[in-house]
T-cell receptor, first 116, second 112 residues
Framework: AAGVIQSPRHLIKEKRETATLKCYPIPRHDTVYWYQQGPGQDPQFLIS???????DKGSIPDRFSAQQFSDYHSELNMSSLELGDSALYFCASSLGSSGGNYNEQFFGPGTRLTVL | KQEVTQIPAALSVPEGENLVLNCSFT??????LQWFRQDPGKGLTSLLLIQSSQREQTSGRLNASLDKSSGRSTLYIAASQPGDSATYLC???????????FGQGTRLTINP
């Protein structure tokens, strides 16, 4: 079965550089979520989109932005990178935004971002 | 603010034992609860999802229960195997929200 695809899988950047992470949801899934997992930490929610509209927002820094495109893939743009941004970034997808379905979130393999 | 706690933080048992992992949450107004497995440095694999109206879900050797009123869920693993070694995370989705709030996880080691 098709899963969530994330690219790149690994990324190394210098401080103050920018990075773009991409997420391709499971076919027919219309909702995408972004999470950040620091070393030894549990995943922290950043932001989500349903039908190309922002549907929920968590602790996402102002330096980060994201969007969902017409084909439902999503991109997380990160600027002015800091050492503390080094983490595993997960994208998840689900079918439907509310009521009447299970909204089970399926996670991708993650992008490991290292900021030097 | 929803807080999710998992006990114990780590567990080591011999192969073949049945075991229970615990998850508690502070706000019972949840939409659903998911249990995940995470291998070191890897992604999260969804194991079971329980809707707020359900009491339990089963998949193979795994059984998850939910007691929403007391803010608790348990993951029961039967006949544990070395391949079950991983970190197990529970996460709740609050009513009216999209995000999952995760616990810190239980690091499980099954010894051959």
């Amino acid at each position: 079965a098709a899963g969530v695809i994330q690219s790149p899988r690994h990324l190394i950047k210098e401080k103050r550089e920018t990075a773009t992470l991409k997420c391709y949801p499971i076919p027919r899934h219309d909702t995408v979520y972004w999470y950040q997992q620091g070393p030894g930490q549990d995943p922290q929610f950043l932001i989500s989109f349903y039908e190309k509209m922002q549907s929920d927002k968590g602790s996402i820094p102002d330096r980060f932005s994201a969007q969902q495109f017409s084909d439902y893939h999503s991109e997380l743009n990160m600027s002015s990178l800091e050492l503390g941004d080094s983490a595993l970034y997960f994208c998840a997808s689900s079918l439907g935004s509310s009521g009447g379905n299970y909204n089970e979130q399926f996670f991708g393999p993650g992008t490991r971002l290292t900021v030097l | 603010k929803q807080e999710v706690t998992q006990i114990p933080a780590a567990l080591s048992v011999p192969e073949g034992e049945n075991l229970v992992l615990n998850c508690s949450f502070t706000d019972s107004a949840i939409y659903n609860l998911q249990w995940f497995r995470q291998d070191p440095g890897k992604g999260l694999t969804s194991l079971l999802l329980i809707q707020s109206s359900q009491r339990e879900q089963t998949s193979g050797r795994l059984n998850a229960s939910l007691d929403k009123s007391s803010g608790r869920s348990t993951l029961y693993i039967a006949a544990s195997q070395p391949g079950d070694s991983a970190t197990y995370l529970c996460a709740v989705r609050q009513r009216g929200a999209q995000k999952l709030v995760f616990g810190q996880g239980t690091r499980l080691t099954i010894n051959p």
